[in-house]
């Protein structure tokens, strides 16, 4: 009977192969990072090294005119910690944030359900959603500007119409955080519709069908089915729109004409700060990065906080099949 021998390997190639097969092997194992590198070089470059040399000027006494003039430590830190007005720029942009970032998520979610729904011309209200996103930040901030007005606004002119008393939109605190707010929402409300949108386009339609065969109702298969499996993608739109909220800089800048957060900073944001430290009067960049940090680790911590959060919200609304196995042989005994 005659018997298959192996292939014997080349003789003088490490490991038995070819450097040929060497060069392939590798270039198969390679080709990965080397397609992902290019992201990661360009955020090395443009996000990694501002953040860590960041970091250094935060530690030093530098001028915007007279340049570096030596370290001072953390005083830098103590300065901004130590002012008041840090702390109302703080407010200022928690209660901006949570005013446009938690009801933009909430509209998002129902828009995206509306949308994915057997409607009429889909392409067109899918696409008039997002023509807000298109619109400059620095336009959407002067028309609002001019519609929450204190004395010639349209919105006060309707509330006067109505009887009521006019709002002092640019006066009060939270009258501006709202206006301000709304603007906000306007732009990117259109932009997270679509990224839920994708996610429910996603999700098979033969679970959601099961669902409302076992007896649920659409509104009962949404909020158990539907949400849960929506997990991912609404950690996602409410870890950038925390990012987006704390860094709000355009519509407050360009809500007035003067451009300073208001007469007593009603709406003076952490960003707002930072630009009035770093190239406003003081012109100290060291402390401007110091204001930079600290908003750093602002976010840092609520995006783990909304990531928290969000999660447990999320899985909380999943139906647990054995309770409802349960369920249903209590009904059948």
Not at 66 to 87: I, K, M, T, W
Not at 95 to 103: A, Q
Not at 264 to 293: C, D, F, I, N, P
């Amino acid at each position: 009977m005659a018997t298959i021998t192996a292939p014997q390997p080349t003789p003088g190639a490490s490991g038995g192969l070819t450097w040929r097969q060497r060069l392939s092997r590798f270039d198969v194992r390679s080709a990965p990072y080397l397609y992902i590198a290019p992201f990661f070089v360009l955020f090395a470059i443009t996000g990694l090294f501002p953040l860590l040399y960041t970091a250094y000027v935060s530690l030093r006494q530098y001028s915007l005119i007279r340049g570096d003039l030596g370290p001072v430590g953390l005083e830098n830190f103590a300065f901004v910690l130590n002012s008041p007005r840090f702390y109302v720029a703080l407010r200022n942009t928690i209660s901006i944030f949570l005013l446009s970032s938690v009801p933009q998520v909430i509209c998002a979610i129902a828009l995206a359900a509306v949308l994915d729904a057997n409607l009429r011309a889909k392409t067109f209200w899918r696409m008039g959603v997002l023509l807000p996103y298109v619109v400059a930040p620095v336009a959407v901030s002067l028309i609002f500007g001019q519609m929450f007005a204190d004395q010639s606004g349209m919105i006060n002119a309707v509330l006067t119409g109505a009887g009521l008393d006019p709002i002092g939109w640019h006066r009060d605190v939270l009258p501006s955080h709202l206006a301000i707010a709304t603007m906000v929402n306007f732009r990117w409300t259109g932009y997270n519709t679509l990224i839920v949108l994708a996610a429910l386009q996603a999700i098979p339609r033969d679970i959601i069908e099961a669902a409302i065969v076992d007896g649920a109702s659409r509104l009962q298969a949404f909020f158990h089915v539907t949400l849960p499996m929506l997990r991912p993608t609404i950690i996602f739109v409410v870890i950038t729109s925390t990012i987006g909220g704390l860094q709000i800089f355009d519509e407050p800048r360009m809500y007035d004409s003067v451009g300073l957060g208001g007469n007593s900073r009603q709406w003076m944001t952490v960003t707002m700060y930072m630009y009035e430290l770093g190239w406003g009067a003081q012109k100290q960049l060291g402390r401007a990065s110091a204001v930079a940090w600290l908003l750093f680790l602002l976010i840092v911590a609520i995006a783990l906080l909304n990531f928290g959060l969000t999660r447990r919200i999320a899985s909380s609304g999943a139906v647990n099949p054995r309770r409802k196995n349960r369920n249903r042989k209590g009904v059948a005994r």
